[in-house]
Each structure stands twice: as structure tokens, then as C-alpha cells.
């Protein structure tokens, strides 16, 4: 013998159905939701942590007592307006040269800027960026000797920056294969220290 259910039992067992596949869904959504918001927050933790190794990399650019040497090397003059018209020129100078070399501070070797802070940057006298301004020019011209940077001795460039990187040339010399991750990590760090130096 078959029994039908009524008409209302049927209604109320579909309106359940219904409101567990709505909530079922909405679950669904909440997880998916929260997943993406962890695998977003996890993205950017590695990146934060990527930046910070990167920078922990790499040899800040030296912080010099400029003032002690300006006020050391007019130190001996006898007229102290004189001399503190001689020290304000020395300070700025020494800002301006500061500012030029900076840009190409990442082109001098590790070993090169060690022998720089323990060689020179002790005494007052050598705390002048012209002290620096002989390692940068010497890492920058080996940069110009081994192709990574193109230099033209018969013109001078039209900016304070290099004329022009090549790039690809100088990352072809650690890897002929184009497509290979050396090449690609290559080219993007160059990208961008061509865009560090695009900002003096």
C-alpha cells in the first residue's frame, strides 16, 4: 500500500533542501573567501620578507662625518668668518658629491667596501666623499670595461646617469639561453636599477 505524503510535507521537505543548499553555499563561499585572504596575506609576507633579505644584501652607502672634516680642514685658517664661509662651501660640495655617487653605489664589490671601512673611514681626514668617489669610479669603470654598462669616452652623457645600460648584453655574457632564469632574474634586477637611476 502506498502512502502519499501531503502536498505541505512536500513543500516543507523542499524548503529545507533548499535553505541547506543555501547555507551549504554560503559556507562554501565564506571558506573560499577566507582561503584567498590567506594565500593573498601569505603573498604578501613572503615579499615582505623577500625585500627585507634583499636589503639586509646589500652594503648601505657609507653615512660620513663630512662636518668633522670640513671643520678640521679649515681648522687652521685665522679669520673665522673666513672660515666659516670655507666650511660651508666644503659642506656643500661634499652634498653635491654625495648625490652624484650614490646612484652607483650597488656597483662596488662587498670586498671593495669593507677595505673602504676599514682602510680609510676611520680617521677625520679620509671622512670626505671624495674618499668614496675613487672606489665608485673604479667599480664603475670596470662596469664600462666588461660590457654591463655602455660607455662613450668621446662624448659625455646627456644626464648625470649612465647614456645607456646594455642590459641584455650583460646578462647574455652569464646565460645564452634567453629564456632561462638567469637570463630573466638578469634582466629584471638590471630594470630595475635602470629605474633607480632614472629618478636623479
Do not use: H
Not at 533548499?18 to 593573498?40: D, F, H, K
Not at 656597483?107 to 677625520?124: A, G, H, P, Q, W
Not at 646617469?161 to 629564456?179: E, N, P, Q, V, W
Amino acid at each position: 500500500m502506498i502512502v502519499e505524503k501531503p502536498a505541505t510535507q512536500i513543500k516543507i521537505s523542499q524548503g529545507r533542501n533548499n535553505a541547506n543548499r543555501t547555507i551549504s553555499a554560503a559556507l562554501g563561499a565564506a571558506m573560499e573567501m577566507r582561503v584567498r585572504t590567506i594565500q593573498t596575506l601569505l603573498f604578501i609576507a613572503a615579499l615582505l620578507i623577500s625585500q627585507i633579505a634583499s636589503a639586509a644584501e646589500r652594503v648601505p652607502f657609507p653615512d660620513l662625518d663630512t662636518e668633522g672634516y670640513c671643520t678640521a680642514l679649515v681648522s687652521k685658517m685665522l679669520v673665522k668668518t673666513e672660515q666659516r664661509i670655507e666650511r660651508d662651501k666644503c659642506l656643500l660640495e661634499e652634498r653635491a658629491l654625495r648625490a652624484r655617487l650614490e646612484p652607483f653605489w650597488y656597483l662596488v664589490k662587498r670586498t671593495e667596501s669593507d677595505r673602504l671601512k676599514k682602510n680609510y673611514l676611520t680617521e677625520v681626514r679620509f671622512q670626505t666623499y671624495l674618499t668614496v668617489n675613487s672606489f665608485v669610479a673604479s667599480a664603475l669603470g670596470m662596469t664600462c670595461l666588461d660590457g654591463r654598462v655602455f660607455c662613450s669616452p668621446d662624448e659625455p652623457p646627456a644626464t648625470t646617469a649612465l647614456s645607456a645600460f646594455r642590459s641584455d648584453y650583460y646578462c647574455y655574457l652569464g646565460s645564452t639561453d634567453a629564456k632561462s632564469d638567469k637570463f630573466r632574474n638578469c634582466s629584471t634586477a638590471e630594470k630595475k636599477r635602470k629605474e633607480q637611476l632614472a629618478k636623479y
